[in-house]
Each structure stands twice: as structure tokens, then as C-alpha cells.
């Protein structure tokens, strides 16, 4: 079993930055395909990034490319993802999740969810 606890949401101008944790409890984490998805109000949870277990391979949705970045610390249990230049679009809940198989993309694939964190970007 594996708990994920997200931080790092916040109030934050377009153009700023954010750097978002997702701590993750389990001794099987390291084994699991880590991403972060998104959901805005009325909209459906939407991919952002994933990384793979050995950290050496990350995708990226269009939308977040060249701006946003995953990363893993394997001794810390926890991954992150920065952003930068953000933009009133990337108003969302940001979720950490975790899973063994699959697409990056597909959030079906994925087994375990954190609570969600707010990032809110004003124009």
C-alpha cells in the first residue's frame, strides 16, 4: 500500500513559480511510474507529468512542456514538480499519483492518488 501527501499549492502571479512535493509512504514506491495530473473546475482530470521508476525517462503534456519539470528523490520517498512561467490556465488541483502499468497519460493506470493540492495563478 502506498500514501501520497501532495504540498508546495499556493496563490502565485502569472509568471511565477511553484515547486510542488508529493511525499509518498510504502515501501514499493520506488517500484511505481510516478505523475501529476490536474483538474479545473468543470474539466476533466488532465495529465500533466510522469517519470519512471529509474527517473530515466519523463513526459510531459504539450501544454506543460519547456515550463514544468518532474523529478524524483529516491532516498526521500518523494517526487516534485516545478513550475515555472505559470499561467492563469494552470489553475487547477494538482494530484501526485503512482502506478505499475500502462500509458503515462492514462490516469486509469495509475493506483494510487494523493488528496490534491491548489495551485491558483492570477493574471
Known amino acids: 500500500q502506498v500514501q501520497l501527501v501532495e504540498s508546495g499549492g499556493g496563490l502565485v502571479q502569472a509568471g511565477g513559480s511553484l515547486r510542488l512535493s508529493c511525499a509518498a509512504s510504502?515501501?514499493?514506491?520506488?517500484?511505481?511510474?510516478k505523475g501529476w495530473f490536474r483538474q479545473a473546475p468543470g474539466k476533466e482530470r488532465e495529465f500533466v507529468a510522469a517519470i519512471t521508476p529509474s527517473g530515466g525517462t519523463t513526459a510531459y503534456a504539450d501544454s506543460v512542456k519547456g515550463r514544468f519539470t518532474i523529478s524524483r528523490d529516491k532516498a526521500k520517498n518523494t517526487v516534485y514538480l516545478q513550475m515555472n512561467s505559470l499561467k492563469p490556465e494552470d489553475t487547477a488541483v494538482y494530484y501526485c499519483?503512482?502506478?505499475?502499468?500502462?500509458?503515462?497519460?492514462?490516469?486509469?493506470?495509475?493506483?494510487?492518488w494523493g488528496q490534491g493540492t491548489q495551485v491558483t495563478v492570477s493574471s
Open positions: 510504502g515501501r514499493s514506491f520506488s517500484t511505481y511510474t
Open positions: 499519483t503512482a502506478g505499475s502499468s500502462g500509458t503515462f497519460s492514462n490516469p486509469s493506470d495509475y493506483d494510487y
